[in-house]
């Protein structure tokens, strides 16, 4: 019996040693927030008040000023780790599209945020936008994705790793 438990614990430590090596992580919660003409998403720190004011924005899009991804992550053992957020729109019947990258740091076991907005010009140029996808990478390799729900599944799969890094 003592032989079977000791094989049992060896062939358990090479499999978490070997899963070890490699890099993971995880997209935890990707939180999209229309933006005002101050740059705010809500009026206070109140849950309550941020949704409501969201759905007031929603509402009226002339006082929109930008939109902002809020993403959490877990991380770990990724040496080039980027998170990469793709738009998809819609402007005067021609559909446009965007992407915003960063680069982002390790994380705890709780996780860390990053946030990635587009504002200004460049977001009265891009339009109504209609479906949103957020990647994970480290280099070349896919670590995490979640995507809008309108997100086309003809682009299901990811595409080509960030090759640029905008803060």
């Known amino acids: 019996m003592k032989h079977h438990v000791r ?22 919660k990707i939180l999209p927030h229309y933006l005002d003409q101050k740059g705010r998403h809500s009026l206070s720190p109140s849950l309550y008040d941020r949704d409501a004011y969201q759905a007031y924005l929603r509402d009226k899009p002339e006082e929109r000023a930008g939109l902002r991804f809020d993403i959490q992550y877990r991380l770990a053992k990724a040496t080039q780790p980027r998170v990469r957020v793709e738009l998809r729109a819609m402007k005067a019947g021609q559909p446009q599209a965007r992407v915003l990258e960063a680069e982002v740091k390790k994380t705890t076991f709780l996780g860390r945020w990053v946030s990635l907005s587009i504002s200004g010009e460049d977001y009265k140029n891009l339009g109504e936008i209609s479906a949103w996808r957020v990647t994970l990478w480290d280099g ?28």
């Open 7 to 28: 094989w049992l614990v060896v062939v358990l430590w090479l499999a978490a040693a070997a899963h070890g090596f490699a890099a993971s992580g995880k997209l935890l």
């Open 140 to 167: 070349p390799q896919l670590l995490g994705e979640r995507k809008s729900f309108l997100w086309p599944p003809d682009s299901a799969a990811p595409s080509a790793p960030p090759t640029t890094v905008k803060p």
